[in-house]
């Protein structure tokens, strides 16, 4: 005959999960307290996950959006998060030299150098008749940004290397600061007030929204020749962001960078850089780094939650036992073995912590729409969040259903016979 092993077992899981349901609508109040922790601990895996999937594909977008061979030299590059007191020692970068115009150029002249832009950031009063916008992103680019931050310049033009050399006063505004400056009218060619001069509104801005291009604020750009005169900024940190060209890979251009950088600042052979090339596999790993710290907190609450959710359910099987004292011994004088007794008590524990799983996942769903819906983060449920949610929330219902499995299991069939 065909062995009928599996359909006996799929029959007796199906047995332990309808049980473990009928426990459920029979006791609705301590049900939703042993669902609830494990609901909170799936919540809190979805939730995170998706935020920081969501985060990590915003960064992949922004340096896609630069090029696969754009790279950046910076004064300074921790790959982390830095914890400064203010003293020279937790300040690192207060060694490094400031990166300077003409080393921008030095790099520009480079063979394998397509050409370079360089940047500088701050926030400053915008302001265009009675409207005035107390903190607006000012940025200071020179001719080529467009070529490295992506987007379109969906009305005008940007400002041509002549403005740029005889720092004119323009300006290319974003899609978010005309609809604050000017609702319902065409900006180009108005004269908008930044840090209270003057400057021509030439071209308007459309970029892709990210978690870190402030699409969604009002921000604007103007050369970089100008920007240095009328913005209040920190100086000492301006970005350089260097295209290849077709012909050359980027660990070409790097090293041929570094060694231009390092004859300049005259350093020997044995000195450290004294500044920082920053590849798009740097700002990757250095975001990986900040988002494993992430991790380790959504597993640490989670499993705090899962545990709560384990001890309410020791606590619902523990009654369950009790409760189901007579039929245990019922079952034991047909014929049921140890291994079926605990074999159906772990299906309705594991039943239990899976229906909590259900409902954490709807909430981490939600909670990932909200998110993706009113931020700028992409958030999206990964599937190996889902995955590692089912299989946590089954095992915390295997391992703390243990117990009172193998209580039920062991129960003397005559003793449990005569239980009232």
């Not at 030299?97 to 150098?113: F, G, K, Y």
């Amino acid at each position: 005959m065909t062995p009928t092993r599996p359909t006996t077992v799929l029959s007796r899981m199906a047995e332990g999960v309808g049980i473990a349901l009928d426990s459920v609508r029979a006791n609705k109040v301590r049900a939703a307290l042993t669902v609830l922790g494990v609901a909170i601990g799936v919540t809190v895996v979805i939730a995170m996950g998706s935020a920081i999937t969501g985060i990590n594909r915003s960064i992949t977008a922004i340096l896609e959006s630069a090029g696969p061979k754009t790279f950046y030299v910076q004064r300074y590059f921790s790959g982390g998060l830095d914890v400064s007191d203010g003293s020279d020692e937790t300040s690192p970068w207060r060694r490094m030299p400031w990166l300077t115009l003409e080393e921008a150029e030095l790099i520009r002249r480079l063979p394998s150098v397509r050409d370079v832009n360089i940047g500088e950031y701050t926030n400053g009063p915008v302001s265009f008749g009675d409207v005035n916008l107390k903190s607006v992103n000012l940025a200071g680019f020179s001719p080529s940004y467009i070529q490295v931050n992506g987007g379109d310049i969906i009305a005008g033009r940007t400002f041509t290397p002549v403005e740029y050399a005889s720092a004119a006063r323009v300006a290319v505004i974003n899609d978010k600061l005309a609809e604050s400056l000017f609702p319902g009218r065409d900006p180009i060619g108005k004269t908008i007030k930044i840090s209270g001069e003057p400057f021509q509104v030439i071209g308007l801005h459309a970029e892709a929204a990210s978690l870190f291009s402030n699409a969604n604020e009002p921000r604007l750009a103007i050369p970089h020749t100008v920007f240095t005169k009328v913005a209040d900024y920190e100086r000492g940190w301006m970005e350089i962001a260097v295209m290849p060209t077709g012909a050359a890979t980027t660990a070409e251009a790097q090293d041929e960078v570094t060694a231009a950088m390092r004859s300049a600042r005259g350093l020997k052979p044995a000195d450290a850089s004294n500044f920082a090339i920053v590849t798009q596999d740097r700002v990757l790993e250095a975001f990986n780094k900040i988002t494993a710290g992430f991790f380790v907190v959504m597993i640490a609450l989670s499993s705090v939650a899962l545990m709560v959710g384990g001890v309410g359910v020791v606590a619902i099987m523990m009654i369950s036992v009790t409760e189901r004292t007579r039929e245990i011994g019922v079952r034991k004088a047909l014929g049921a073995t140890r291994g079926e007794i605990m074999f159906q008590f772990l299906v309705e524990a594991a039943t239990l912590t899976l229906i909590g799983c259900l409902i954490g996942m709807a909430l981490g769903a939600l909670v990932a729409w909200g998110v993706r819906s009113f931020t700028p983060i992409p958030a999206t449920v990964p599937l190996a969040s889902v995955i590692a949610a089912i299989l946590a929330s089954i095992l915390t219902g295997v391992l703390f259903g243990l117990y009172p499995a193998s209580k039920a299991s062991r129960l003397d069939p005559v003793e449990a016979l005569r239980y009232e």
